[in-house]
């Protein structure tokens, strides 16, 4: 099997999680992706050592974010490190960084030094706030950008209390998508023309993007949506969430107008679908309170077990408001290949990248322990033509670090 990506080299200059997790997409399609970090590595893998962060003796972080990769650790604000830098963009047909543009300059990886080299090149590039506007150097994190500023933590902020902080990197992997499918569009192109382009995305915008049915009402004048407390939600058949007698949460999504029937008849409640407040779509928006109190208390004279298994064989479109523990033993994610397991990671398994490939003697390439920082440093520079005694000079001048 090989990879959709085969044979393309992708040079990462990045650290923490949106733009290196966008290279583990590619990794996984099948492209050599060198990270270039600083000899101390990069911050993300003490990650899972940050106070709040599940504990944990694994590195779980560097799962996410440096798996199937290589490493070579250089010193950017060194010359003769930024010459390593510059003869590996030469070789490379992706150069991925989230550099701010300061950085960029001091190290010697803009955009236009980058394609002075490779004319060819896809660059990509990702921050927090956009390419232009006041902000747009400001320091960006997937809290701020994505989460906060866009509106996304005021609508997720339940009636009557303050924002809730979001699931760790969770704005970080959505723009990680976007980059991965912006570096695709600058392949597609060099494919077509044989040209080179700079692609790029922000988690500003990712944000706005992922909050755009409200960001468009907005644009429209529409006001904005009204909140509400879990039992007065409108319309309980369409979004409504129902604790179950073990202190669990179901919600039920039921579109279809005519699904109503089989509702009812999940949990014996049939003479419901003749009751007139209930008989049409009309008369249940009328009366959602009633409804809404009416299957909150038969949900609730029941386990989760048996509302799953009531709503499942009567058809019900539903989910359990599911744990992240329970994730990792859902049969079904097990089944569709969600977790596969890590090679040389000690039987560890990680979360596979949302793109599914199949075809003719292609797919994706199985997940690879993360490099130790560095360990590649010594048999790339020789590949690119440094000798043995260039190479130990520059670790003992601290320009980079060679692994071991």
């Known amino acids: 099997m090989t990879g959709v990506l085969d044979g393309i080299r992708v040079i990462e200059v990045a650290g923490m999680a949106a733009c290196p997790s966008a290279a583990v997409m590619l990794a996984d399609l099948g492209a050599e992706v060198i990270k270039v970090e600083p000899p101390s590595g990069d911050m993300w893998r003490m990650g899972h050592m940050v106070k709040g962060m599940p504990p944990s003796d694994v590195p779980y972080t560097t799962f996410m974010q440096n798996r199937t990769k290589k490493s070579v650790a250089l010193n950017l604000k060194d010359p003769s490190a930024q010459e390593v830098l510059h003869k590996l963009a030469a070789s490379a047909d992706v150069f991925l960084t989230n550099s701010p543009r300061k950085v960029q300059r001091e190290c010697a990886h803009t955009y236009d030094v980058i394609k002075e080299l490779k004319p060819d090149i896809v660059y990509a590039w990702i921050n927090g706030f956009g390419m232009a506007g006041p902000d747009t150097d400001a320091p960006g994190f997937d809290m701020t950008a994505y989460y906060s500023r866009t509106g996304t933590a005021d609508e997720l902020s339940p009636k009557g209390s303050g924002p ?31 040209k080179g382009s700079f692609v790029a995305t922000s988690l500003m915008n990712v944000g706005l993007w992922q909050n755009s049915t409200f960001v468009q009402a907005a644009l429209v004048g529409a006001p904005p949506m009204q909140k509400f407390h879990r039992t007065e939600w409108p319309n309980p058949v369409n979004g409504g969430f129902f604790k179950t007698s073990d202190d669990r949460y179901v919600q039920i999504v039921e579109l279809n107008p005519n699904n109503f029937a089989n509702l009812c008849d999940a949990f014996g409640a049939s003479e419901a679908k003749d009751d007139p407040r209930f008989a049409t779509p009309k008369a249940r928006d009328e009366n959602s309170a009633e409804l809404f109190a009416a299957m909150d208390r038969i949900v609730g004279q029941h386990d989760l077990a048996t509302v799953k298994a009531r709503l499942k064989e009567y058809h019900v479109n539903f989910s359990p408001v599911q744990t992240t523990a329970e994730d990792v033993t859902d049969e079904h994610m097990i089944a569709n290949g969600c977790f596969p397991e890590v090679e040389g990671a000690g039987g560890h398994k990680t979360v596979d990248s949302p793109i599914y490939v199949e075809g003719e003697g292609i797919g994706k390439v199985p997940p690879r322990k993360a490099p130790e920082v560095g360990e590649h440093t010594a048999s790339i520079m020789a590949n690119l033509g440094y000798s043995e005694d260039q190479i130990k000079e520059m670790a003992e001048s601290k320009a980079i670090r060679v692994h071991g």
């Open 164 to 194: 809730s902080a979001p699931p760790v990197g969770f704005g970080d992997l959505a723009t990680a998508i976007a980059l991965c499918n912006a570096v695709m569009t600058g392949l597609f192109h060099k494919e077509r023309t044989g």
